[in-house]
């Protein structure tokens, strides 16, 4: 790999390699982990919320069904990219099977993991803008990210 090349050109380049390697650490040891990471990536879970806040009643019948939606279209999102050949049909029969059985545990964990993500995207933007307006070379800037994705990975644990 060319030391001058950006590690990942986008956010969503990003944190799709973090959710891989997030995956990659021992995924059946993180179960509610990595559901509420990839609930929280896809922002599908906000959605549904918002669609449903306007009756409570509606929204108490329909979490259930939105965190499953949410849960398919987060796996979806990380299929889109290199975890796809990770995750068998089994795995996300395992994971959507977990989610249904610690849907409150899972549910609990989301913004967290969207108060991280955001953070990290803050200082992704940072170090992507300091190397576009050349305060730093390439190789700087893949130290940064690659620390940046260090740190994100022990935060999830944490």
Request: charged residues 25%.
């Amino acid at each position: 790999m060319d030391p001058h090349a950006p590690l990942f050109d986008t956010f969503e380049q990003f944190l799709k390699q973090a959710i891989k390697d997030y995956y990659e650490r021992g995924w059946r040891s993180r179960k509610g982990n990595l559901i509420a990471l990839l609930i929280a990536s896809g922002q599908t879970v906000a959605l549904a919320r918002d669609s449903l806040t306007g009756e409570q009643g509606l929204k108490r019948a329909a979490i259930g069904a939105a965190g499953l939606v949410a849960l398919r279209l987060g796996i979806g999102f990380a299929l889109t990219g290199p975890l796809g050949i990770l995750v068998t049909g089994l795995a996300a029969a395992s994971l959507v099977s977990f989610f249904i059985k610690h849907q409150k545990e899972v549910t609990e964990r989301i913004p967290r993991y969207r108060t991280l993500i955001e953070e990290v995207r803050t200082k992704f933007d940072e170090i992507q803008a300091g190397y576009r307006g050349n305060r730093y070379g390439a190789s700087e800037r893949n130290l940064m990210v690659d620390g940046l994705l260090k740190r994100f990975l022990a935060d999830c644990d944490g």
